[in-house]
Every structure is written in C-alpha cells, then in structure tokens.
C-alpha cells in the first residue's frame, strides 16, 4: 500500500493546485486498437499506443533507466558523460524520490542531452480509463511545472500493457516503449550479484535486442552495473544514444506543450 499511497501523493499535488481535469471520454471498445491507433503518412513517423522495444537505427543501443530521479542518478549521469553516451530515463513523480525534490536532477538530466520519458507508478492495467489519465495527467504537471513542457514518450510500470492501457495512451498521444534486454537489476542489487545483470544484458544483445531495462534507483546498479553495460557497449562498437535517436524520431517530437 506503500506505492499506492506514493502514487495518490503526486494526485494530490494536481488537485490542490488546479481546477478538476477536463478528462476525454472513454473510448468505445470498437476504438480500442484499431488504425486510428497505426502509423498513416499524415501522422509522425512513431505511432502512438503501441509498444516500441527495439531501435531501427542500425548500430545504436538505447539504455532505458526507470524509477528515478534519485540519489544515485547523478552518479549515472556521471558515468554516461565520461563515456560520452546519451540515455534515456524514465521518471516518477514520487516514487523512490519525489521529482520536485530532484528538479535540479531533471534538468542536468535533459541538459546533458538525455531523454526524458514518463514512468507513471500506478498499475495503469488495474485501474480504470479515467484514472489512467488522471496518473499520466498528474505526470504531466510535474514535468511542466519543472522544465516547462512535458515528454511524449512513456514507459508503464513493470511495462504491463492491456488494450485500454493502449488506448488510453494512444489518445493521449504517447509513444510506448518497453525493452528487448532485461537486467532484474532489482533483484541483483548487491555487490556480488550485478554480475548476473551484466550476463542478462550481454545476453540481450546477443539475442539482437536494442532496447534495455534498468532501474538508477539501484545502488548497485549505478554503482556497478551501468559501468558493466557501457563496457560492454564499448567492446562491442555500438553508438549508445536516447530512445528517440536509435528509433530516427526528430528530438522535438520527443516533448510537447502540456
Ligand atoms: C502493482 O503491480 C506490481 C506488479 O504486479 C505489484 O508488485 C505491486 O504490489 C502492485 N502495487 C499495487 C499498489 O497494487
Ligand atoms: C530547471 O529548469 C527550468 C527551465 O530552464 C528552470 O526554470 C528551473 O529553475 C530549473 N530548476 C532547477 C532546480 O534548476
């Protein structure tokens, strides 16, 4: 209930400082997934409400961070300019730390050149229409009140998807990404286990994924495995750059006016 009530703390913040959302109605269910929802040539070249977990860009790799900002993503902003890579992150309103508290991370993060994405922390796949866009609007607020225009791009929570989850998204007009190399870095957060993260990511791109999972909010993570993962990335003569670069999306699609 602890996530739960972290979540409602950001809501909290949208309706005490503003008047009560004008919400969309819901879509019909004839609506859901349907070619309003697919790529045409009058529309941007990414489609809206569709999981995206592979770049096109060939010889590009996209490191995707979730669950910050935190009081480890500087150290991964650190290691990423050493490496003179560009990433992506994901971020929370208020969850392992709240993103007002952290405004001077958010900007280093986009000033750097990163890509900043919404990582909402409901699970968007239990809840109803309206409250999906309640979280994602809720986002949207923070975001704009910190750097003044907010992400067009969004990552679910644990990346759980359903067809309104889509829908709602796509009406919102986010691009969804998920991920083709997983690390369970949350489940190696410790000094002697990063090392099996590591395998899970050199695995990943074996198996041609180009999209990865991690979450800066580790310390170990930051404090090891990221530096396993550009290593790795190194070796390998891959370009590690944001999202939007490894799929060819013009960077002024990657944010909007709120
Ligand atoms: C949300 O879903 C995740 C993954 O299934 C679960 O671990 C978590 O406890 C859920 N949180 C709430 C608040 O229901
Ligand atoms: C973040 O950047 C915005 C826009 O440039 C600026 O208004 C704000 O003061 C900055 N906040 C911090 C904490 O640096």
């Not at 109803?128 to 949207?140: D, N, S």
């Not at 991690?214 to 944001?242: D, F, N, P």
């Amino acid at each position: 209930m602890y996530h739960l009530a972290s979540c409602l703390a950001v809501l909290s913040i949208v309706t005490r400082s503003s008047a009560t959302p004008v919400l969309p109605t819901a879509p019909s269910p004839q609506s859901i997934l349907t070619s309003s929802t697919l790529l045409s040539r009058d529309e941007p070249q990414l489609p809206y409400g569709q999981v995206i977990d592979r770049c096109t860009v060939p010889g590009t790799i996209a490191f995707a961070f979730d669950d910050g900002p935190y009081i480890y993503t500087e150290h991964v902003l650190d290691l990423l300019a050493d490496a003179g890579m560009s990433a992506t992150f994901f971020l929370c309103g208020d969850w392992e730390g709240n993103i007002y508290d952290f405004s001077h991370v958010v900007n280093r993060t986009l000033s750097e050149g990163h890509q900043i994405g919404s990582h909402s922390h409901y699970n968007l796949t239990t809840v109803p229409y309206q409250t999906i866009l309640k979280e994602m609007y809720a986002l949207e607020k923070a975001f704009s009140d910190i750097l003044g225009f907010v992400p067009t791009y969004t990552r679910t929570p644990w990346m759980h998807v359903n067809e309104l989850v889509l829908s709602a998204l796509a009406d919102l007009q986010y691009h969804v990404i998920g991920a083709s190399i997983l690390t369970d870095d949350k489940a190696n957060n410790s000094p002697d286990r990063t090392e099996r993260s590591a395998e899970m990511f050199r695995e990943g791109l074996e198996q041609g994924g180009s999209i990865s999972l991690a979450h800066e909010t580790q310390r170990y993570t930051a404090e090891s495995l990221v530096e396993k993962m550009i290593e790795e990335v190194e070796k390998r003569g891959l370009k590690a750059v944001t999202v939007g670069e490894c799929l060819g999306h013009p960077q002024e699609l990657w944010y909007r006016e709120r």
